[in-house]
DNA sequence: TATGAATGAGAATTCATTCAT
DNA sequence: GATGAATGAATTCTCATTCAT
């Protein structure tokens, strides 16, 4: 954002030919997310990052273009690994209510297992508006259209009621999911609810969703 | 030298005595609405309000402290016209049920007639973590226990489930109708599903709260 | 947000590991002696220091945490060298009067030799008057017990009528010193004047000191 | 300093036609005598005078043309009555010894009757390098000549010594005067010290004089 | 005359990004 | 590739000064 005429020159972003043991690319990553996590996206310099990945300032630059693009690269490498575990979890379930049930679940214990994470998922995305339009929402939809997309299965196995549009659910869903994290995060709910939230909230949804 | 001890003097924010022509702390709020939605609070410039405003860049200050309290009192104080407005509309209706319709209605009603304000409601506050946790948590918190409290009007007459927790039901909805608001704000919805919206998840929200 | 807490991370003006070529933080100082006693303290930009420096505006906050500390910095610094350059012009001299009469014309020396810096130690450091009484005082305060130590030696040998309090000559001494500069500085005196001038002060000093 | 361009306007300065028990002239000086002497001509707004006058910031404005005017009028008008009550006090006395005796006790008395104007004359004026030079200069010239006109005599009237310059006597003098002061001010001396210190300076120069 | 709200130029400081080593 | 000292554009906030009332 400091220096707006964007150099002309050559791409990095294609991560650089596999260092030995050299996965810098991976510990930035990390440690963006725990830095972000703590002090948001504009509270975070670029030096904090380095520092908490251990690499040089000058480093981060060989791997990511920009610190906006950081952001990006963390949100969408993480997303696609969320993605990909998702599918996994879901494909052996029987049914439409328990796939529901379960992402439910996963993305509550998401926040109590990598809370920081969740952080950034949840909040730190939303700090660059512009970004988030062009390159997060892709991923995110992603996200969201497989949540959809078991709505959608629920309706045509008769499990689910149909005037309801299956994107609005996974919208709504994934907002009651931030919300209740959101309480979570601002420590207005015990620890540990967590999991009586994500039943509780799946019963309401469930029990709501019912034809 | 610059940032000397905090003058102890007189403090702004408390409207100047005899405001001129017009109440130009009001007329900052407004353009604030509109400037911090349209770039963020962090992509936004004091100059760029000010401009927006029709006012000289010290003016600002002479009606806040900082930038940051600009969007503390921004947000304080349209949450409070926010509450003060649901109260009255809440009041006449005869159930729990209804009332709960009506909260829906009219946060999604907000978006569609007061999209910016809507946008720096959900978006641009949780730009600062500090800030939101520190000054707007209360206020945002009201909010929420007026929703928790419907809630809990409903469960006492048998109208909703009791195994279900009140604050958790008010931040679900809460955090759905903000998933619903970002989704139609990406521009992933057509127009005009707002009402569509309000009312499916009306539906279901209350299904699934039956006892 | 644009100033935090006080970075609780690496401090400043500790001169960073390696310099590269040359040691900016001595060409900053310099030119901040320039400069300040130019225009003064208040007058002086930081972006002047800078360019007389030769380098970005910036790079003065990698060796000084402020303007007020670059001011700091500048004057124990430059007295430190002082003092340590007087106690060996000192230690050989035969008794307390010759001694005394080494500090006037070493005094006055430094002015005709450092004008720059004359003018920074007399003048420039009386304009914050918060500062030279927290940081410079001490530093300061050195070089007059210096002093007072001449006297009270003199004394001690008998050669200095001992109804005078050390302290008291060397504020006065220094103060003496100081107006005889001021006066040479605002142009009322003849170039070379200095040296007759240390050998009056000298004159009236010694022998109404005589026991 | 603020806006450089100095409107070619009307000039006012020249105090306003006396307003019935409208001393607000003399109320504004003495305000920012108090005012600067703690905190600085630097580190005073013009609307802290002001408000210790119990005048609106305009109000200045009408009176002195600058915040640096208002300074410049301020040393004027005040050792113009400082040498006119000088002067007084000199005429009768005897001789030239005696003369510079009172000329140090009027100084120091000075300093612990009205502490704030000492600090503005000694310290304050130094601040503002160009000012000094150009307007305080001449009227500070005046009361240092003063004190070389009282030498001059006493080395007419073989009471002093004649190889010793009468300016610099004059100059000396009020230096080792103003470092007693800033001694005093500083805190490093015991209260009531003052008179003490000004027999014992009187004592050490006047011998230093004897012919 | 007096007021004090409004003005807006000015300056210190930060921090993303570069590039010589 | 890696480093981190250096860069300098950008931005908040201050405060002397003005002028409509």
Redo the contacts with the bound molecule.
Sequence with gaps: ????V??P?PK?NAK??R?RG?D?RERILAAAVKVFAKSGF?????????KAA?????????????????LVSLFEDRVEKLLAHMNVELTNLPDAPAKLRRVIEMQLGLLEGERDLAEVITVIIRQSSKLIKEYAAPKFGAYLDAIAQVVTEGQAAGDFRKDISPHLVARATFGALDGIALLWALGRAEQGALARSARQLSDVLLRGLQP
Aim: without cysteine.
């Design positions: 954002m400091r220096r707006p964007p150099p020159g990095p650089p030919a260092t050299g810098k504009h509270g975070t310099r670029v030096s904090e990052v380095a251990g690499v040089a300032d000058g480093t981060i630059y060989l791997y990511f273009r920009s610190k906006d693009e950081l």
